[in-house]
């Protein structure tokens, strides 16, 4: 079993649909959960930043992560086809600078139709 | 700021020829990582940096690989001799790593095609 395991995708929506992005993991040590938005030809992007259990918001995203079930979701509401991008989890067990390994998921590609 | 620069963008190759990738980090940034980026694999981490010195290579995948930061503002990620299964999208990251929640800033990537 990989350490994080991400829906493989692709995903196709209509604008405005709420989308919902998901990642598993198995290494209990992990205690940073990370999003990051790769765009075509571009290096990934940090777009939402969590500690531990429990939702962040931020526009019109939101990130959960719940550690009991080792699982950690990405919601976007009243999606853009700007969204259209490639999403990929990331996880750390000391953080996403000092001393830190971030292990990945593979990236679901969204595409939301305009 | 300029963010993470990486050279070439883009790189074709042919098996057997040794292949050079050039970062620059952001300034004030202490730590560099080097990522490999495939469809089969997804985002590896292959090693990174503090303060110019390799912390972690457990991600290199064989001695045909190498990476030096001779300094704070270059780093350098080699493979020696190439081959086709070394095809992939390299990234260069940096963050200042001071706490926990400093993150990454990735670099454009190079995009490595070995025939």
């Known amino acids: 079993q990989k350490e994080v395991e991400q829906d493989p995708g692709p995903l196709s929506v209509p604008e405005g649909a709420i989308v919902s992005l998901n990642c598993t993991y198995s290494?209990?040590?992990?205690?940073?959960f990370m999003w990051y938005r790769q765009y075509s030809r571009k290096g990934p992007e940090l777009l939402m930043y969590?500690?531990?259990?429990g939702n962040k918001e931020d526009g019109r995203f939101t990130a959960q992560v719940d550690k009991s079930s080792k699982y950690i979701s990405l919601f976007i509401r009243d999606s853009q086809p700007s969204d259209s991008a490639t999403y990929l989890c990331?996880?750390?067990?000391?953080?996403?600078?000092?001393?830190?390994?971030?292990?990945f998921g593979k990236g679901i590609t969204l595409s939301v139709r305009p | 700021d300029a963010g993470v620069i990486q050279s070439p963008r883009h790189e074709v190759t042919e098996m057997g020829q040794e292949v050079t990738l050039r970062c620059k980090p952001i300034?004030?940034?202490?730590?560099l990582f080097w990522y490999r980026q495939t469809m089969m694999r997804g985002l590896e981490l292959l090693i990174y940096?503090?303060?110019?010195?390799?912390?972690?290579d457990s991600g290199m995948p064989e001695d045909r690989f190498s990476a030096k930061m001779p300094n704070a503002s270059f780093s350098t990620l080699k493979i020696q001799p190439s081959e086709p299964r070394d095809s992939a999208v390299y990234f260069c990251?940096?963050?200042?790593?001071?706490?926990?929640?400093?993150?990454?800033?990735f670099g454009p990537g190079t995009r490595l095609t070995v025939l």
């Open positions: 990251a940096s963050s200042k790593g001071q706490t926990s929640t400093d993150t990454q800033y």
């Open positions: 290494n209990s040590a992990f205690q940073y």
């Open positions: 969590t500690y531990s259990s």
């Open positions: 990331a996880m750390s067990a000391s953080g996403g600078g000092a001393n830190s390994k971030l292990t």
């Open positions: 300034s004030g940034h202490d730590y």
């Open positions: 940096f503090n303060n110019n010195v390799p912390i972690d």
